[in-house]
């Protein structure tokens, strides 16, 4: 299972302006993004809120959707080139229910304007990814197990499996029951559990009256109820569930994570100054941020991905749901930092040229993804030409420069982080040349974080109505 993990504190942007200190010289500028107060209202209790939603459709916006994250006036979405790269692997995420973000709300008495709105995200623990008979396959995902039940019988059929022609069961998950070695259905007669359908009719469990072709599926009883070959879902033709869906017209409950909580056992991500405002249709408009959004994909038991966004800004429209509301053309925007962007690593892309090895930083500012996001490159007569920049200077001391010292090698790396005031650092080595400490994870004179300027990016979301189970 895929597992998200979320953390924020609110923040603000502050005014893109310098101030001149009383010797001519100009002050240092405050970091782009810095705290702002909770608004005054009800304090966030999990799970004594109201309105809970979960994200249900994902996807990187285009250039002109971007916030204006550095006061420039221009949209900030850098990542937008890589859109079409990432789409497939968004949708098939959602898919296979790998990203389950449930939203609480509180002090939303009305859908009317309101200036002070909160809301909480959670980790959602997939209560739809199941193994319950511990075959080692899943199911409600596309091609998952077809018997999820926790018997002897449901051990024995998963996807693979070698078809008893006796037991009545669709053992190998193909929809069908009893067929031959040949894959010949089976033409028997038999109708032991006394439904409307015989094995050679389609049933493809003879056994349960619950089966059979075409029968509603029953969602979180981990049977293959219409003979589709998987249990708890239905899939149409472009392979969205329309059954056993948490992201459909039908609310869910979705379980928990307790790792999305403190350890006095309330959410670690909030959002404490949102406010609804009405546009001039009169539809309502919820802005909250910017944030600090972080998420963590333990892609394996070896490869943990976490991803920060700093500046998060949401901006969406509501839209009544019955007794409550979602969210519609929603947008996350903000900042991918170079030091986050360093610690993605294990991944295999092969349009970018990124390997397991590597890093998502390398990628961008040492290999083809940089030409594909269009980073400025630094000129001929810069001491660190051909280095890449981001595109937001979060620190406010001028944008920093990520380079491979030889790039004519076969390694395609970052091992040499400039600083806006210029200040140069290298990857640390030992002995033998192996990286001890990466450039990207130095800290100033304050001991903070010294590289924290970033690609812009602009996420685009929608959100379903769902229920929410505390964690026990």
Same mark, same amino acid.
């Given at each position: 299972?895929?597992?998200?993990?979320?953390?924020?504190?609110?923040?603000?942007?502050?005014?893109?302006?310098?101030?001149?200190?009383?010797?001519?010289?100009?002050?240092?500028?405050?970091?782009?993004?810095?705290?702002?107060?909770?608004?005054?209202?009800?304090?966030?209790?999990?799970?004594?809120?109201?309105?809970?939603?979960?994200?249900?459709?994902?996807?990187?916006?285009?250039?002109?959707?971007?916030?204006?994250?550095?006061?420039?006036?221009?949209?900030?979405?850098?990542?937008?080139?890589?859109?079409?790269?990432?789409?497939?692997?968004?949708?098939?995420?959602?898919?296979?229910?790998?990203?389950?973000?449930?939203?609480?709300?509180?002090?939303?008495?009305?859908?009317?304007?309101?200036?002070?709105?909160?809301?909480?995200?959670?980790?959602?623990?997939?209560?739809?990814?199941?193994?319950?008979?511990?075959?080692?396959?899943?199911?409600?995902?596309?091609?998952?197990?077809?018997?999820?039940?926790?018997?002897?019988?449901?051990?024995?059929?998963?996807? /693979?499996?070698? %078809?008893?022609?006796?037991?009545? @069961? #669709?053992? +190998? &998950? !193909?929809?069908? *029951? $009893?067929?031959? =070695?040949?894959?010949?259905?089976?033409?028997?007669?038999?109708?032991?559990?006394?439904?409307?359908?015989?094995?050679?009719?389609?049933?493809?469990?003879?056994?349960?009256?619950?089966?059979?072709? /075409?029968?509603? %599926?029953?969602?979180?009883?981990? @049977? #293959?109820? +219409? &003979? !589709?070959?998987? *249990? $708890?879902?239905? =899939?149409?033709?472009?392979?969205?569930?329309?059954?056993?869906?948490?992201?459909?017209?039908?609310?869910?409950?979705?379980?928990?994570?307790?790792?999305?909580?403190?350890?006095?056992?309330?959410?670690?991500?909030?959002?404490?100054?949102?406010?609804?405002?009405?546009?001039?249709?009169?539809?309502?408009?919820?802005?909250?941020?910017?944030?600090?959004?972080?998420?963590?994909?333990?892609?394996?038991?070896?490869?943990?991905?976490?991803?920060?966004?700093?500046?998060?800004?949401?901006?969406?429209?509501?839209?009544?749901?019955?007794?409550?509301?979602?969210?519609?053309?929603?947008?996350?925007?903000?900042?991918?930092?170079?030091?986050?962007?360093?610690?993605?690593?294990?991944?295999?892309?092969?349009?970018?040229?990124?390997?397991?090895?590597?890093?998502?930083?390398?990628?961008?500012?040492?290999?083809?993804?940089?030409?594909?996001?269009?980073?400025?490159?630094?000129?001929?007569?810069?001491?660190?030409?051909?280095?890449?920049?981001?595109?937001?200077?979060?620190?406010?001391?001028?944008?920093?420069?990520?380079?491979?010292?030889?790039?004519?090698?076969?390694?395609?790396?970052?091992?040499?982080?400039?600083?806006?005031?210029?200040?140069?650092?290298?990857?640390?080595?030992?002995?033998?040349?192996?990286?001890?400490?990466?450039?990207?994870?130095?800290?100033?004179?304050?001991?903070?974080?010294?590289?924290?300027?970033?690609?812009?990016?602009?996420?685009?979301?929608?959100?379903?109505?769902?229920?929410?189970?505390?964690?026990?």
């Amino acid at each position: 299972m895929t597992y998200l993990r979320l953390v924020s504190a609110a923040v603000m942007a502050m005014p893109l302006f310098a101030v001149t200190a009383c010797g001519g010289d100009p002050a240092p500028l405050p970091p782009l993004f810095e705290p702002k107060p909770e608004c005054v209202g009800a304090a966030i209790d999990a799970f004594h809120g109201g309105n809970t939603q979960v994200l249900s459709a994902l996807s990187i916006g285009e250039k002109a959707d971007g916030f204006d994250l550095d006061g420039d006036g221009k949209p900030d979405n850098k990542l937008a080139a890589a859109g079409s790269l990432a789409k497939t692997a968004i949708e098939d995420s959602f898919k296979k229910y790998d990203v389950l973000i449930p939203i609480e709300f509180f002090d939303v008495t009305a859908l009317a304007p309101d200036t002070c709105v909160k809301f909480a995200l959670y980790l959602g623990a997939d209560p739809y990814r199941t193994d319950l008979d511990g075959d080692g396959q899943q199911a409600t995902v596309p091609e998952g197990d077809c018997d999820d039940t926790n018997t002897p019988a449901g051990i024995a059929a998963h996807r /693979g499996a070698t %078809e008893d022609p006796t037991n009545g @069961k #669709d053992d +190998d &998950c !193909d929809g069908k *029951a $009893d067929e031959d =070695d040949a894959n010949v259905p089976s033409t028997k007669t038999d109708n032991k559990d006394a439904d409307a359908f015989t094995i050679a009719q389609g049933d493809c469990d003879d056994n349960d009256d619950t089966v059979g072709p /075409g029968m509603p %599926e029953i969602c979180g009883d981990g @049977k #293959d109820n +219409d &003979c !589709d070959g998987v *249990a $708890d879902r239905t =899939d149409n033709a472009d392979g969205i569930s329309t059954a056993c869906n948490p992201f459909d017209s039908t609310p869910d409950p979705i379980d928990i994570d307790p790792r999305s909580l403190d350890t006095a056992g309330q959410p670690l991500i909030q959002f404490t100054s949102g406010e609804l405002t009405m546009n001039a249709d009169g539809s309502l408009q919820l802005d909250a941020g910017p944030s600090l959004f972080e998420v963590s994909l333990p892609l394996s038991s070896d490869i943990n991905l976490t991803l920060k966004i700093t500046g998060a800004t949401i901006s969406a429209k509501v839209v009544a749901d019955g007794d409550s509301f979602h969210l519609e053309n929603a947008k996350l925007g903000g900042v991918l930092d170079a030091r986050t962007a360093d610690t993605i690593r294990g991944l295999e892309v092969s349009q970018i040229m990124l390997t397991k090895e590597d890093s998502l930083l390398d990628a961008a500012f040492a290999n083809v993804l940089g030409p594909i996001l269009a980073l400025p490159a630094l000129p001929p007569g810069d001491k660190h030409k051909g280095c890449r920049t981001p595109d937001i200077d979060v620190d406010r001391d001028g944008l920093e420069a990520f380079c491979d010292e030889d790039p004519n090698d076969e390694f395609k790396v970052v091992d040499l982080c400039v600083d806006g005031d210029g200040t140069e650092v290298r990857d640390e080595k030992d002995a033998s040349g192996k990286v001890t400490k990466h450039c990207t994870e130095a800290l100033d004179g304050n001991g903070k974080p010294r590289f924290v300027d970033g690609i812009s990016v602009l996420l685009k979301f929608t959100t379903a109505r769902t229920t929410l189970v505390p964690p026990t």
